[in-house]
């Protein structure tokens, strides 16, 4: 159970473009939904959190305009990443919670290697 | 401040037990403590999550003393196979920063 599905796991494009990432609960409503960053060797950093319905909060220091989240419903939420540049190349994942808090763990998808050329 | 904090790597052999611990001196009462473990490429997987004393599933036991301000994972018989990073997590209820991944425990099985 608590299967997260990311799609897609791999996406190379030129600069300028825009690439939507999906993140999907299989088997459980997803109260909340998150999306991290990684770089190479480094641990992840939390980017945004979505509740169903309403707008993301996002971390201090993350464009919300180049980042767009919507989590329209209990099951899908997308990470759109707006006029990509090269430094915008990472590994994007995202996670599902039942619950908004602690007590509940986050499943996480398998991640999106993104790569702006 | 570092809101958690663990070794950085750790070797261990195949076949053994190995504990990885966790400080989160500034837990509060409404903080549960979650270990997630994550190969390259690939997103976090879960492994085992607690409030207090032990909790053991069918990979894991987790260990949190009395004042929990530290946890202990523990992986019994590990193979080559658990070679991966080993975050522990807590969410921090009554924080803006809620949600802060430490370093990770960079564990290698050697054969």
């Known amino acids: 159970g608590a299967v997260v599905s990311q799609h897609p796991s791999w996406v190379i494009c030129k600069s300028g473009t825009s690439v939507k990432i999906e993140c999907r609960s299989l088997?459980?409503?997803?109260?909340?939904m998150f999306w991290y960053r990684q770089f190479p060797k480094q641990s992840l950093m939390l980017m945004a959190t979505s509740n169903e319905g309403s707008k993301a909060t996002y971390e201090q220091g993350v464009e919300k305009d180049k980042f767009l989240i919507n989590h329209a419903s209990l099951t899908l939420s997308t990470l759109t990443v707006t006029s990509a540049h090269p430094e915008d190349s990472s590994f994007y994942i995202c996670s599902a919670s039942s619950g908004g808090t602690g007590n509940q763990p986050q499943h996480f998808g398998d991640g999106t290697r993104l790569s702006i050329l | 401040l570092a809101k958690t904090t663990q070794p950085i790597s750790m070797d261990s052999y195949e076949g053994q037990e190995v504990n990885i611990t966790c400080s989160h001196n500034?837990?509060?009462?409404?903080?549960?403590i979650t270990w997630y473990q994550q190969f390259p490429s690939q997103g976090p997987r879960f492994i085992i999550q607690?409030?207090?004393t032990k909790v053991t599933n069918e990979v894991a036991s987790l260990f949190i003393p009395a004042d929990r301000k530290s946890s202990t994972l523990s992986l019994p018989r590990v193979s080559l196979s658990d070679t991966a990073v080993y975050y522990c997590?807590?969410?921090?209820?009554?924080?803006?920063?809620?949600?802060?991944f430490g370093k990770g425990t960079r564990l290698h099985i050697l054969p």
């Open positions: 607690g409030y207090k």
């Open positions: 088997d459980f409503q997803a109260t909340t």
């Open positions: 500034n837990i509060a009462t409404n903080d549960y």
């Open positions: 997590l807590v969410v921090w209820e009554n924080r803006d920063d809620k949600i802060i």
